[in-house]
């Protein structure tokens, strides 16, 4: 009987800490919630700019908008540091989100801003990921805030969204919009 409440308390005990610490994606990032969404909702925006240099600065955002219950609209804002910034639209299906939002989840992103802060890009880096925090609100996380791998997840956003940024896609666009 001993050993039973021992291991009872053990096992409640590992899953307070799970409860605590876990990656359960509480802001129900699920693309299915946006079906019905107004048009031009934001559901990921991410920011990449290198900092802590004497020339101009590089930078490139890719911002991921609801645009129909079956399509997104992906915006990518590029500025190599020299030039004029570029902007290109693409259409792309809406489920091009869920990976951005798998990513975020895994990384536990809405955590990020309980850390201290220490990691000020001064030099190198600076990343920013914004996403919907489950009650109509946004939370951003900066790379000021981020764990030890959490460039990793800001790679992971990036490249989820850079997926869909295709001539393919591009021409989608420029076919229901050929005013642009």
């Not at 930078?59 to 290109?88: C, F, I, P």
Request: proline content about 4%; glycine content about 6%; aromatic content about 8%.
């Amino acid at each position: 009987m001993k050993h039973t409440k021992l291991t009872a308390i053990i096992v409640t005990a590992v899953m307070i800490m799970f409860s605590l610490f876990s990656c359960s994606n509480p802001n129900n990032l699920d693309i299915n919630t946006y079906k019905k969404a107004e048009p031009n909702t934001m559901l990921v925006d991410y920011y990449d700019r290198v900092v802590g240099t004497p020339m101009e600065q590089p930078y490139e955002e890719l911002a991921l908008y609801t645009h129909s219950d079956t399509q997104a609209l992906l915006e990518r804002y590029t500025n190599g540091g020299t030039e004029d910034e570029v902007r290109e639209r693409y259409l792309v299906p809406l489920h091009a989100a869920q990976d951005a939002f798998d990513a975020i989840s895994e990384s536990c992103m809405d955590k990020w801003n309980s850390r201290k802060s220490g990691m000020i890009a001064i030099c190198g880096r600076s990343c920013v990921c914004k996403f919907p925090d489950g009650g109509g609100g946004y939370i951003r996380v900066t790379s000021e805030h981020m764990p030890e791998d959490g460039a990793k997840a800001f790679a992971k956003v990036s490249a989820a969204l850079a997926a869909y940024a295709t001539d393919e896609n591009k021409s989608e666009y420029l076919k229901q919009h050929p005013e642009q």
